[in-house]
């Protein structure tokens, strides 16, 4: 893997609160586990940037280095790797998921 694609994605997952690296994009998502992802982090109303891994294959593969995770959708939250699908998806029945994203909310809505 080449350390620009590493120093790319290294620029996203710090240069953002929260960011989703998935298969398509939140308004049309390309695998369900992607999708499930993204309901979930709408539902809390707080501002994410989304990485289409499906249109840069480096980016890819990339991701799956950088975090040492095998699988898509990944999220990060203010540089720190969180979680895929099945983390996330119980993080948000246990209320984890909520303390961690309540301070990014800027809309003022209860999360």
């Not at 586990?33 to 499906?54: C, D, K, M, R, T």
């Not at 303390?99 to 990014?104: G, N, S």
Request: with cysteine.
């Amino acid at each position: 893997m080449s350390d620009t694609i590493l120093k790319q994605i290294d620029d996203v997952v710090k240069g953002n609160d929260l960011v989703l690296f998935m298969k398509g994009t939140p308004q049309m998502p390309q695998c369900g586990f992607s999708q499930q992802i993204s309901a979930i982090l709408s539902e809390y109303g707080v501002p994410y940037a989304a990485v289409n891994v499906l249109l840069d294959a480096a980016v890819r593969q990339g991701i799956k280095d950088y975090a040492d995770w095998p699988t898509i959708p990944q999220v990060y939250v203010k540089g720190e790797f969180v979680g895929g699908c099945d983390i996330v998806c119980e993080m948000h029945e246990n209320g984890e998921l909520k303390t961690i994203l309540k301070p990014l909310q800027t809309n003022g809505e209860a999360v």
